[in-house]
C-alpha cells in the first residue's frame, strides 16, 4: 500500500533528509587515503548525536552500523571495517535518518584519490541516470517511466543496472511502497500521484549486473568483481514536479 503524505509530513521528511545530506557532505569530505571506513561510521553516529536523530540503519533488521561503506566491486550495504581506504577505490556512503518519526536516505559514490577514467565515469553515469529518474517523479506519470529513464541512460553508457535490489517508498517507515526497479517499461506500472515521497537509487555495474551476498549476510559484491556505484535521493513528488529532499544544500 503506497502511503501518501500531507504538506507538512513531507515538512518532516525534508527535514529528516536534508540532514542526511548534510552528514554526507560531511563524511565525504573526510574521504582520502588511509582514512578507514570505521571512522567515517564514527563520524556519522556522533553527527547524528548532534543533530538529535537517530541513524535509521544501526538496528534495522540486525545492521549492526549506521552507516553502509560499499568498496569497487561492493555494491550496497557493504559494512564498515578497520582496512583503509586506497587511492583509487571508489565509495558509496550510504545512510539514512530519523527524525520526528520520518526517514531520510540518500547515498553517494565518492572516489578515494584519484582514480582511473573508467571509475570516474561509472560514478558519473550513475549519477546522471538517478537525475533522469528524478525528473520522470512526476504526477500522471508511470513508475516504469522512472525505472526506463535510469537504465536507458545507463546502458547507453554500457554499464548495467543491478536487479536485484530497488528504490522504494518512504515515510515513516524507511523501506514503503512502491518498490522502484531500475529497469523496467516506459508507460507501465503504478500511476505516480502529489504526495508521493520515493527513494530512486540506481545500483550501476560496470560488467555483468549479476551480484551475491558475501558469507557476512549483508555485503553485496559484483559476481565479476568489476565496479559498482550508488546514488540515492529522496524526491517527493508535488504540483510543482519532483522535489528532491536530499539534495546538498
Ligand atoms: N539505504 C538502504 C536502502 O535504501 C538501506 C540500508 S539497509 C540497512 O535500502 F539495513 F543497512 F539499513
Ligand atoms: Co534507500
Same mark, same amino acid.
Given at each position: ?14 527535514? =529528516? ?7 554526507? !557532505? ?17 563520524? =556519522? ?78 560514478? !558519473? ?21 522512472? =525505472? ?30 512502491? !518498490? ?33 551476498? !558475501? ?35
Amino acid at each position: 500500500m503506497v502511503i501518501l503524505k500531507l504538506p507538512d509530513e513531507i515538512e518532516k521528511l525534508r527535514t =529528516s533528509n536534508r540532514i542526511v545530506a548534510e552528514i554526507l !557532505q560531511a563524511l565525504r569530505e573526510k574521504v582520502k587515503p588511509g582514512v578507514t571506513t570505521r571512522e567515517l561510521n564514527r563520524l =556519522s553516529e556522533d553527527l547524528s548525536q548532534k543533530r538529535r536523530v537517530k541513524p535509521a540503519f544501526k538496528g534495522y533488521r540486525g545492521y549492526p552500523f549506521a552507516l553502509c561503506t560499499s568498496i569497487n566491486g561492493e555494491v550496497v550495504h557493504g559494512m564498515p571495517s578497520d582496512q583503509p581506504l586506497v587511492a583509487g577505490d571508489i565509495l558509496s556512503l550510504d545512510f539514512g535518518v530519523i527524525y520526528k518519526g520520518y526517514c531520510g536516505d540518500a547515498a553517494i559514490t565518492v572516489p578515494v584519490g584519484t582514480v582511473a577514467a573508467e571509475a570516474e565515469r561509472l560514478m !558519473q553515469v550513475t549519477e546522471a541516470s538517478l537525475y533522469a529518474g528524478i525528473d520522470q517523479a512526476r504526477a500522471g506519470n508511470r513508475l516504469g517511466d522512472i =525505472s526506463a529513464a535510469v537504465q536507458e541512460c545507463v546502458e547507453t553508457a554500457g554499464f548495467s543496472v543491478v536487479r536485484d535490489y530497488v528504490g522504494h517508498g518512504i515515510g515513516r517507515n524507511m523501506h514503503e511502497d512502491p !518498490q522502484i526497479p531500475n529497469y523496467g517499461v516506459r508507460g507501465r506500472g503504478l500511476q505516480l500521484k502529489d504526495g508521493m515521497v520515493l527513494a530512486i537509487e540506481p545500483m550501476v555495474n560496470e560488467g555483468s549486473y549479476h551480484v551475491r551476498v !558475501q558469507p557476512d549476510g549483508w555485503t553485496v559484491v559484483t559476481e565479476d568483481g568489476k565496479r559498482s556505484a550508488h546514488f540515492e535521493h529522496s524526491v517527493a513528488i508535488t504540483e510543482n514536479g519532483p522535489d528532491i529532499l536530499s539534495r546538498i544544500q
